[in-house]
């Protein structure tokens, strides 16, 4: 089974419209969402969900008013600064905690002389196994302002293998994260190969050198892809020669072309919705890197 | 005041914005400061091309067992929630990464036989660019954890009337570092499916941190009507609408700030620096009907 991860470090480069295209393109694989921060996959896919179940991390305290002292050990205790102190309406002092700044270590419960703090599971999201026109797609969806998507990363990513394993699929298409975080190495850590897309901007050159030096940093060999690469040729360039250099291979050139907005307004992907221009460059991108996962 | 520039889909113009915004605050004559906190990766120097005065290493702390004095009672990795420590037979093993620092193990140790050691997780840069003040910060590759050098950055950005903040895409825990307590947060979007579908998380994300957002639509040509609706019928005002313009792509693409590359963006965004401080004037963001078109 392999492992294709697409990436981009920088965000809005293309990503998804060629995760989406490689999925309608490969027909038989499992395609995985991870960008669980800003899933958008399933906008194109039309997934129909099939099986659904709770994502849950780390922990979060609460401090049961009632039962509090006010002696203020948790607020000293807390490395986050997440204990913050309130006052009653009959005056009394008590303690109570910013759902948003605690990190779940426990300290508080553990240490609260009066066992007056709670500490339970959190819930960060859900996760989905679908079916759509080109075979199941795993996909997430991370609650606002949650942390551990690296966590659901790497959950996305094994329901993948399974469904892979169950159905005789070869082939997992990823969709990562932006950035070079959490998500983004728990998309990338032990997959077969990534494809970097990036665009010739000053932005796009500097983040595709960080985004690259963690694919090394795991050993995962990488592909890069220049999109919008003709809004700046000599910058693509540029680009394509630091690729070589850097031992990673370049895998093709997409066009900038307005089709691509007008297939993802119409829910489509940009292979489906045209054969010419940038449909057909992703054509040949996805050619490209075929011969690379066969090799 | 703090101004956040923010969304949820990457790669909409959030830098763009908050640089170009910067130099025009400065022009008008405010004190100001642009705050990268897109540590994963900062861009925000390759248009502002600052002098970088400082730099300090971001360092967070992590357990170490002194295996002297450690009579391997495995207290320490029954207490750590987080697996960073783990019990391998008689001695606990310290993975640095999972670690958050929140010290369960150095208290639960009977023997004082854990004491915390810095590990540099990042850097922060601070300087200036012409009138603008400037500060970046800057993830270590293959680092997992993003909000410590957030918050570093936040608060080694110099002290002005005005902080610009150009904070990471996204929902998750490195967005709600960068937001935290802004006085408004400009959420920058495009007029397609995925920027709508992204919009509507990065405003459950800011509405659960009670925090005033804007829109700001780029590219305001390209897609379809949907997202000028979902903010008519949210009260979310959309402070402008920048068009879809090569020029804009391609001065981008040089790292070329829009104000200058393009004539009319200088106007454009003085009107929009006005209306941003009609709305923190304003406090919390109430009516739905300010439009604006460049």
Redesign the interface.
């Known amino acids: 089974m392999k492992e294709l991860v697409i990436i981009?470090?920088?965000?809005?480069?293309g990503k998804?419209s060629i995760a989406a295209s490689f999925a309608v393109l490969a027909g038989n694989a499992v395609t995985a969402d991870c960008d669980v921060?800003?899933a958008?996959l399933h906008?194109?896919l039309a997934p129909q969900v099939q099986q659904r179940g709770g994502f849950r991390s780390?922990?979060e305290a609460r401090i049961r008013t009632e039962d509090c002292g006010g002696c203020g050990v948790c607020a000293r205790?807390c490395?986050?600064g997440a204990v913050g102190q309130q006052q009653g309406p009959d005056g009394a002092v008590t303690y109570a905690i910013d759902p948003?700044a605690c990190?779940?270590?426990?300290?508080c419960a553990?240490?609260c002389p009066q066992q007056a703090i709670d500490l339970k599971e959190r819930d960060c999201g859900e996760w989905f196994v679908s079916e759509t026109r080109c075979g199941p797609l795993v996909h997430a969806s991370?609650d606002?302002?949650?942390?551990n998507?690296?966590k659901l990363v790497s959950l996305v990513r094994d329901k993948a293998r399974t469904v892979a394993k169950e159905g005789g699929r070869e082939l997992i298409i990823v969709d990562g994260?932006?950035?070079?975080?959490?998500?983004?190495?728990a998309s990338l850590t032990g997959a077969t190969a990534v494809l970097i897309v990036t665009?010739?901007?000053?932005?796009?050159a500097?983040?595709l050198e960080?985004?690259a030096?963690?694919a090394r940093?795991?050993a995962v060999p990488a592909w890069v892809c220049v999109n919008?690469w003709d809004?700046?040729p000599g910058?693509t360039e540029q680009i394509e020669a630091t690729v070589r250099r850097q031992g990673m291979q370049v895998a093709g050139r997409v066009r900038?072309d307005?089709d691509v907005?007008a297939a993802?307004?119409a829910?489509r992907t940009i292979v489906e919705f045209t054969v010419n221009g940038a449909g057909g460059d992703v054509r040949a991108l996805w050619l490209e890197m075929g011969r690379c996962l066969t090799v | 005041m703090r101004i956040a520039i923010a969304s949820?889909?990457?790669?909409?113009g959030k830098?763009t914005l908050a640089t170009n915004l910067a130099v025009v605050a400065a022009e008008l004559g405010r004190q100001v400061a642009y705050v990268d906190c897109d540590v994963?990766?900062p861009?925000g120097h390759?248009?502002l091309h600052p002098t970088i005065a400082r730099h300090a290493p971001v360092q967070v702390v992590t357990p170490q067992v002194l295996e002297d004095v450690c009579d391997g009672c495995g207290q320490c990795a029954r207490?750590c929630?987080?697996s960073a420590l783990v019990w391998l037979g008689q001695k606990p093993l310290v993975f640095p990464e999972l670690c958050?620092?929140?010290?369960?193990c150095v208290?639960a140790c009977p023997k004082h036989a854990i004491v915390e050691r810095p590990r540099e997780v990042g850097v922060v840069e601070t300087g200036s660019s012409g009138a603008v003040g400037f500060a970046q910060g800057r993830?270590t590759?293959?680092?997992?954890?993003?909000p410590p050098v957030v918050r570093a950055v936040r608060s080694a950005a110099p002290r002005v009337d005005w902080q610009i903040i150009d904070a990471?895409?996204?929902?998750?825990?490195?967005?709600?570092a960068a937001v935290?307590h802004c006085d408004l947060v400009i959420l920058v979007t495009e007029p397609?499916?995925?920027g709508l579908?992204?919009l509507r998380?990065a405003v459950?994300?800011m509405?659960?941190?009670g925090v005033p957002i804007a829109v700001v639509i780029n590219r305001a040509d390209?897609?379809?009507d949907r997202v000028d609706r979902y903010c008519a019928e949210e009260a979310i005002p959309v402070l402008l609408r920048i068009p879809d313009d090569?020029r804009v792509?391609?001065a981008?693409?040089?790292?070329e700030l829009m104000v200058t590359a393009v004539p009319g963006m200088r106007a454009a965004l003085r009107g929009l620096w006005e209306r941003i401080e009609e709305q923190v004037a304003n406090g919390t963001v109430a009516g739905g009907s300010q439009h604006a078109n460049v």
């Open positions: 981009s470090g920088k965000g809005g480069t998804t921060d800003a958008d906008l194109v780390g922990h205790l490395r986050f948003l990190e779940g270590c426990g300290l553990r240490y991370l606002a302002a949650a942390e998507s690296g994260a932006p950035g070079i975080g959490c998500p983004v190495i665009e010739p901007t000053v932005s796009g500097h983040d960080r985004v030096a963690v940093h795991f919008k809004l700046n910058m900038y307005r907005t993802q307004v829910a | 949820g889909k990457g790669g909409t830098t994963e990766e861009n390759l248009f207490v929630l987080f958050h620092g929140c010290a369960a208290l993830l590759i293959g680092e997992a954890k993003s990471p895409p996204g929902t998750s825990c490195p967005v709600v935290r397609t499916p995925f579908h992204d998380l459950a994300t509405r659960r941190l390209v897609g379809d090569r792509a391609e981008y693409s040089r790292g």
